[in-house]
């Protein structure tokens, strides 16, 4: 089956820095690539909508400045967290659309752990 | 408000006790119901989607069902390594392939 893969899959970073997070379809052409934030016990918070080629759409409440997402090409968008505090630790996952697959069916990434000390 | 509910929360069988997790859902113009399994640190694995009521998918263990305002996953004779948070999921009907999820049943199976 299609193949998403994220990296890094944990990390720890001082408050003040920014980590960069990224998110590769391996074996498809992903026009659409998405972030959600998940909490413990709670279920994927939809972040922001990456397009190839165009600017990301964020939801409601989540900062584009503080959560800068680039989707250069088809099969790469990456998650820059600026500036990070201990509130922005958490699990953050991608998933990304084929571009010949129906609506539904995400392939999501093995999610990335961040803790901010 | 488009909205998509699992209940229970939480689910302890044991092994071989078969059971069912619901997902009701209040999505305008649903267009499919996709169930996944999520594994405790790890990213949803896709496992079924579903378009149209009365349809099913079965998958080892696993079957799905789908009627016009909730789905059920069924489980028969569970097994530890089917202990897992299963999502269900709708894609919202923006245009933008968005998809809103439920919070996940936390199945325990034990041995």
């Known amino acids: 089956g299609a193949v998403v893969s994220q990296h890094p899959s944990r990390v720890i970073c001082k408050s003040g820095t920014s980590v960069k997070i990224e998110c590769r379809s391996l074996?498809?052409?992903?026009?659409?690539m998405f972030w959600y934030r998940q909490f413990p016990k709670q279920s994927l918070m939809l972040m922001a909508t990456?397009?190839?080629?165009?600017?990301?759409?964020?939801e409601q409440g989540v900062e584009k400045d503080k959560f800068l997402i680039n989707h250069a090409s088809l099969t790469l968008s990456t998650l820059t967290v600026t500036s990070a505090h201990p509130e922005d630790s958490s699990f953050y996952i991608c998933?990304?659309?084929?571009?010949?697959?129906?609506?539904?069916?995400?392939?999501f990434g093995e999610g990335s752990r961040l803790t901010v000390l | 408000e488009d909205q998509v509910t699992q209940s229970p929360e939480a689910l302890r069988l044991q092994e071989g006790e078969s059971s069912s997790l619901n997902c009701s859902y209040t999505?305008?113009?649903?267009?499919?119901l996709f169930w996944y399994r999520q594994d405790p640190g790890k990213g949803p694995e896709f496992l079924f989607t579903?378009?149209?009521a009365g349809e099913e998918k079965e998958k080892e263990r696993l079957k799905a069902t789908l009627t016009k305002k909730e789905s059920f996953l069924h489980i028969t004779a569970p097994k530890p390594e089917d202990s897992a948070t299963y999502l269900c999921?709708?894609?919202?009907?923006?245009?933008?392939?968005?998809?809103?999820f439920g919070a996940g049943t936390r199945l325990f199976v034990k041995a």
């Open positions: 999505v305008s113009g649903l267009r499919g």
């Open positions: 990456s397009n190839e080629g165009s600017k990301a759409t964020y």
């Open positions: 999921a709708g894609p919202l009907n923006t245009g933008g392939f968005k998809t809103i």
């Open positions: 998933s990304a659309r084929d571009t010949l697959a129906r609506v539904g069916e995400l392939f």
């Open positions: 579903l378009y149209s």
């Open positions: 074996d498809f052409q992903a026009t659409t």
